[in-house]
């Protein structure tokens, strides 16, 4: 079976390549990819890469149509999530029962979910029922958000602040809120662009009671006036220095869940370990790999306990995916979420 496939690198290089799928391994199948999200790693490749082309896409919702030789979980016609990084089940960590350790996961071999057709391990599909495609493609990101705020342990009526209004900040929003969280603050920039101010529009229907545009407000000041020794837990979803906002509303004994990334350099920030030390402050880092929450957020989701709908704004096709990049790069159109439907 033939794919289209689509990969890219800095400066906007996109490569749209013709690639032979299958046929399937004998625990491999064959999905037909409904709707892949388009994630900040995505426009990170598509805009900052520097060296050889990525595969664009996981966050993968498909149907298995072809089935290897010896899958028995799966049958053609069933709905799934497609994890893109499964524990192995073999190693120390998973033998012990810490699968969330797992130092040998599985991936999705380099090959990208913005295509027509993709071959899998059938231990990374995850099937579901009662949710559309394009919804259910949300279950990788909101699964990234729902594994920030459980690591943050809100206390029952607790103060939030979660920094940075793209969909991973909404959805932890969402969830900080479902967690108990009596209330729960967002930032965002500003509302200077049309993506920008679409973002901050859906801040209260994802549970935020305050939104903070931080370019022309001081996130300390607003906070500190409502909660004047500052809020029981810091979520980061914005880039790494947004780590200097969290430290100055943090409360004393407050825990800080950061799941930002850079790639373009800017990883690197300087902080008082004193300051930590006398205030003890808990900063806790959140990397969502294995998928060990996928079953969770796909049922949130399903069970519009988090809605889908109004996040994804924008659902190209393959060939508009490089035009919705750009736009999600330059702001200039109201994109909240863009969901890619590879076969339409
Ligand atoms: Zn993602
Ligand atoms: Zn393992």
């Not at 800095?10 to 388009?38: L, T």
């Not at 069933?78 to 130092?103: A, L, P, S, Y």
């Not at 809020?231 to 969290?246: E, G, N, Q």
């Not at 990883?267 to 808990?282: G, P, R």
Request: with cysteine.
């Amino acid at each position: 079976m033939q794919t289209r496939a689509v990969y890219a690198k800095g400066k906007m290089d996109f490569d749209f390549r013709d690639e032979q799928v299958g046929p399937p391994g004998n625990q491999d199948v064959i999905i037909k990819v409904h709707a892949c999200g388009i994630c900040g790693t995505d426009i990170n490749f598509a805009r900052d890469w520097p060296d050889d082309y990525m595969p664009l896409g996981h966050e993968i919702a498909a149907e298995v149509v072809e089935l290897g030789p010896d899958v028995s979980a799966l049958k053609a016609g069933d709905k799934v999530i497609v994890e893109d990084c499964t524990m192995c089940g073999v190693c120390g960590n998973c033998k012990r029962g810490h699968v969330e350790f797992c130092r040998n996961m599985y991936n999705l071999n380099d090959k990208p979910g913005m295509a027509e057709y993709m071959c899998v391990r059938q231990n990374s599909c995850v099937p579901f029922d009662g949710l559309d495609y394009k919804s259910a493609s949300l279950t990788e990101p909101l699964a990234v958000s729902l594994t920030a705020v459980l690591n943050a342990e809100i206390p029952l009526g607790g103060s939030v602040v979660v920094l940075g209004p793209g969909p991973l900040g909404l959805m932890a929003a969402k969830v900080a809120k479902l967690r108990g969280a009596g209330f729960v603050a967002l930032t965002g920039l500003n509302r200077s662009t049309p993506r920008e101010k679409a973002r901050l529009d859906l801040a209260a229907h994802y549970g935020a009671d305050m939104v903070i545009e931080a370019e022309s407000q001081s996130v300390e000041d607003l906070i500190k006036s409502k909660f004047p020794n500052g809020v029981d837990r810091v979520i980061v979803t914005s880039p790494p220095r947004s780590m200097y906002d969290a430290l100055k509303i943090i409360r004393f004994g407050g825990i800080i869940t950061f799941l930002g990334l850079h790639f373009g350099g800017q990883d690197a920030i300087e902080l008082s370990i004193n300051d930590l030390i006398f205030n003890k402050i808990t900063l806790r880092p959140t990397f969502a790999e294995p998928a060990i929450n996928f079953p969770l957020s796909n049922q949130l989701l399903r069970d519009g306990l988090v809605d889908p709908r109004k996040l994804i704004t924008h659902t190209p096709s393959l060939d508009q995916l490089k035009g919705t990049i750009g736009s999600i790069i330059s702001g200039d159109k109201p994109i909240v979420k863009a969901v890619c439907l590879p076969n339409g």
